[in-house]
């Protein structure tokens, strides 16, 4: 079992940086699939980005490729989300997810969520 806690989401302006952090807890967090995903009022949680359990293979959508990275590091059972030129259309609550399988945009293919964090991206 893994227990995650997302922190580092607050209020930031358009064109501005922020990394959030995941926190995990568990035996299996170095054998699981990480990612983000995100969820804005009034829509479904949709998939941001993803990173297999040893960190090489790493896959985003589309709608922030070539802003965002995922990272992780196993030593210290912590995943990344470090967020470039954002946009309004970013605030969402992100939260971080673990899975069994690597590749995963769905929210099935993940097991274990945290609780949330805010981003809120002003104009």
């Known amino acids: 079992q893994v227990q995650l806690v997302e922190s580092g989401g607050r209020l930031v302006q358009a064109g501005d940086s922020l990394r959030l952090s995941c926190a995990a807890s568990?035996?299996?967090?170095?054998?699981?699939?990480m990612g983000w995903f995100r969820q804005a009022p009034g829509k479904e949680r949709e998939f941001v980005a993803g990173?297999?359990?040893?960190?090489?293979?790493?896959y985003y959508s589309d709608s922030v490729k070539g802003r965002f990275t995922i990272s992780r590091d196993n030593a210290k059972n912590t995943v990344s989300l470090q967020m470039n030129s954002l946009k309004p259309e970013d605030t969402a609550v992100y939260y971080c997810?673990?899975?069994?399988?690597?590749?995963?945009?769905?929210?099935?293919?993940?097991?274990?969520w945290g609780q949330g964090t805010q981003v809120t991206v002003s104009s």
């Open positions: 568990g035996r299996t967090f170095s054998s699981s699939a």
């Open positions: 997810a673990a899975g069994r399988y690597s590749g995963g945009r769905n929210t099935n293919d993940y097991n274990y």
């Open positions: 990173i297999n359990w040893g960190g090489g293979i790493t």
